[in-house]
């Protein structure tokens, strides 16, 4: 909602270097703390306004910080975008992953990051307004965004196949064909309308694979 303020959390050490600017990551849990609302407040700013009308000063009046904390961690407005593109990739992917580690064989897993991705868009329905606008303003972070999604669905779909649990023909195609489908259906029953609960769309997805990519 706009005027909202974002109640910080916390980032880890490693991921705050990783999003502040080169040699600004904060030393401390404070300076994580703060880093981590400005990431948390730009998310709305942009997800509600866009990137071109989005502004730094919309993003500390969220944050409740100061203007001169956003300088301490970024350069710009375009690195602290560049840095929510890749906040939000490294979200999902936590997000999805205990669900993903937890499944019994590599087409449950499949069905529980699914099903996780789209809880997950419900909550945060910016994603794909911020992602969408990186192809223009930041090409780098948005083709890292779905390279490194499709790497990480590449590599369990081959550790799947190499237990015998998924064929065993399994490439990258297969792994950009299941992002492709999963980014989209994020968008038809996350985004768009949360007519059908995620298991649901999980479940029929899970079938198709079994039969598309499954050994039986």
């Known amino acids: 909602m706009a005027g909202e303020r974002v109640q910080p959390a916390t980032l880890s050490r490693s991921e705050a270097a990783l999003v502040a600017s080169e040699g600004k990551a904060p030393r401390t849990e404070r300076g994580r703390?703060?880093?981590?609302?400005?990431?948390?407040?730009?998310?709305?700013?942009?997800g509600e306004k866009g990137f071109h009308e989005g502004s730094i000063s919309g993003i500390t009046r969220r944050a409740g910080v100061a203007l001169g904390s956003f300088y301490t961690y970024f350069d710009s407005k375009d690195a602290v975008f560049r840095a929510l593109v890749r906040d939000m990739s490294d979200q999902v992917r936590d997000h999805v992953a205990p669900a993903i580690r937890a499944a019994p064989d590599q087409i449950a897993a499949e069905r529980a990051g699914l099903s996780e991705f789209i809880?997950?868009?419900?909550?945060?329905?910016?994603?794909?307004?911020?992602?969408?606008?990186?192809?223009?303003?930041?090409?780098?972070?948005?083709?890292?965004?779905?390279?490194?999604?499709?790497?990480?669905?590449?590599?369990?779909?081959?550790?799947?196949?190499?237990?015998g649990e998924i064929r065993a023909d399994i490439s990258d195609v297969h792994a950009w064909a299941i992002m492709g489908m999963n980014v989209f259906l994020g968008l038809r029953y996350g985004v768009w309308q949360d007519d059908v609960s995620p298991e649901a769309v999980a479940d029929s997805i899970a079938e198709m694979l079994a039969r598309g990519i499954g050994t039986k």
């Open 119 to 163: 809880a997950f868009v419900r909550g945060h329905k910016e994603i794909y307004r911020i992602i969408d606008e990186a192809e223009f303003v930041d090409p780098e972070s948005f083709r890292l965004h779905y390279a490194t999604t499709a790497d990480r669905i590449a590599a369990r779909l081959k550790a799947g196949a190499a237990r």
């Open 33 to 46: 703390k703060t880093l981590r609302a400005i990431l948390d407040a730009a998310a709305i700013e942009f």
